[in-house]
Each structure stands twice: as structure tokens, then as C-alpha cells.
């Protein structure tokens, strides 16, 4: 049972315009959220992070929202760029055990 | 540079044969974890361990096995007991207090032939 979700396996964008990426989870002991990128082959790098007693943090051309109501997180890219292309996933650390559980990922892809 | 490190980069196992990945990293941390990635699904947790000589199963830790004799060191041993054992694995690391999750090894595919 997954409690992170990313239900967008892969999302395309052309250059300049918004990516969105979207994240849900289940679990209401999750008290902080990470977005990671990853390139092929590599491991996942820490973009941006986002504490459950905020709403928005931002930086640069990143900027994660979280609905704690809605238990829904969104990372929001501008403008878009073709090295963005990556997968990102989304995590959620449960405080009580330490740990953090990701979502599945979403390919995203930024047209030229 | 301080940083994770994971070897071999490509690692092909005959069925029946166990084989280990090695972690190691240089950045002071206590906690290490080792993920799995298969296509379609997101990191699946395989063991974890917050301090030196002691260790966790995570959610899919049959048919593996660590170790965790220094700080430094945190290999992965896929036993001939993991029926599904191609797959790409991650070590990552956590220093305590830190919020930036874990910093990540570059990975090792591992491909049964």
C-alpha cells in the first residue's frame, strides 16, 4: 500500500511554460516533504523541501505547495527549461519511525 | 569531496549465486539505507540502520542481508533466496538533524543472467 503517490508517470512541457508535478500521500504523521531529481543512471538529488507547518516554500524556479487538508503537494517549475528533463519524485518523512517513503516518479520531459 | 559511493556501477549474478553491493560513505552520517527502484514504482525500502552494529528490515528485506561493522560502511548482500533480485539499487545516508533527507549514491543495476 503506497502511502506517497505520484499518479502522472510522465508529463511533457515545452520550454518556457509551467511544469506542474503532483504528489499525494495518505499518512497525517508526515511532517516533512522533499522533491527529488534524478537522471538516468544516477541517484536522486535533493531539489526542494517543504515543512507540514508551511504552505509554500520557494527557490528560484522551484516552488512546492502543500495542502495539508487535501494531504496534496505540487512542485511548480518556472520557467521550464530541457534540462529539467528528469524524473522527480516526491518523499515524505513519517516523524515517528524516521524513515521516508517515495512516490513512484514522474517523467517529466521540456521540449526545445 | 565528501560524498556516497556505490561499486560496481553494473553488476550481472548467475541464478543461485549470492552478491554483494558495497556503500560507503565519507560525510560523517549515522544513518544509511539501501532502496530498490523497479520500473514503474517508486524507491522500495530494503534495510536501514540508524547506528554502527545495529540494522532495521524495511518494507521488502527478504532475500537480503547487511551489514553494518563502521560508520562509514553499510554493503548489501542479495541473497539466491530473492526470487526477483534485477532491479537498480540506491544506498543513501541521513545526518542526524538533518532535513534534507538523505544524500544518495549514484546506485549499482544489478541484472540476473
Known amino acids: 500500500d503506497q502511502q506517497v503517490k505520484q499518479n502522472s508517470p510522465s508529463l511533457s512541457v515545452q520550454e518556457g511554460r509551467i511544469s506542474i508535478l503532483n504528489c499525494d500521500y495518505t499518512?497525517?504523521?508526515?511532517?516533512?516533504f522533499l522533491w527529488y531529481k534524478k537522471y538516468p543512471a544516477e541517484g536522486p538529488t535533493f531539489l526542494i523541501s517543504?515543512?507540514?507547518?508551511?504552505d509554500k516554500n520557494e527557490d528560484g524556479r522551484f516552488t512546492v505547495f502543500l495542502n495539508k487538508s487535501a494531504k496534496h503537494l505540487s512542485l511548480h517549475i518556472v520557467p521550464s527549461q530541457p534540462g529539467d528533463s528528469a524524473v522527480y519524485f516526491c518523499?515524505?518523512?513519517?516523524?515517528?519511525?524516521?524513515?521516508?517513503?517515495f512516490g513512484s516518479g514522474t517523467k517529466l520531459n521540456v521540449k526545445p | 569531496d565528501g560524498g556516497i559511493t556505490q561499486s560496481p556501477k553494473y553488476l550481472f549474478r548467475k541464478e543461485g549465486q549470492n552478491v554483494t553491493l558495497s556503500c560507503e560513505q565519507n560525510?560523517?552520517?549515522?544513518?544509511m539505507y539501501w532502496y530498490r527502484q523497479d520500473p514503474g514504482q517508486g524507491l522500495r525500502l530494503i534495510y536501514y540502520?540508524?547506528?554502527?552494529?545495529?540494522?532495521q528490515k524495511g518494507d521488502i528485506a527478504e532475500g537480503y542481508s547487511v551489514s553494518r561493522e563502521k560508520k562509514e560502511s553499510f554493503p548489501l548482500t542479495v541473497t539466491s533466496a530473492q526470487k526477483n533480485p534485477t532491479a537498480f539499487y540506491l544506498c543513501?545516508?541521513?545526518?542526524?538533524?538533518?532535513?534534507?533527507?538523505?544524500?544518495f549514491g549514484s546506485g549499482t543495476r544489478l541484472t540476473v543472467v
Open positions: 543513501a545516508s541521513r545526518g542526524q538533524g538533518s532535513n534534507y533527507g538523505y544524500t
Open positions: 499518512n497525517s504523521m508526515f511532517d516533512y
Open positions: 517543504i515543512s507540514s507547518i508551511k
Open positions: 518523499a515524505a518523512r513519517d516523524y515517528n519511525f524516521n524513515k521516508f517513503y
Open positions: 560525510l560523517n552520517h549515522d544513518a
Open positions: 540502520s540508524q547506528i554502527v552494529n545495529d540494522f
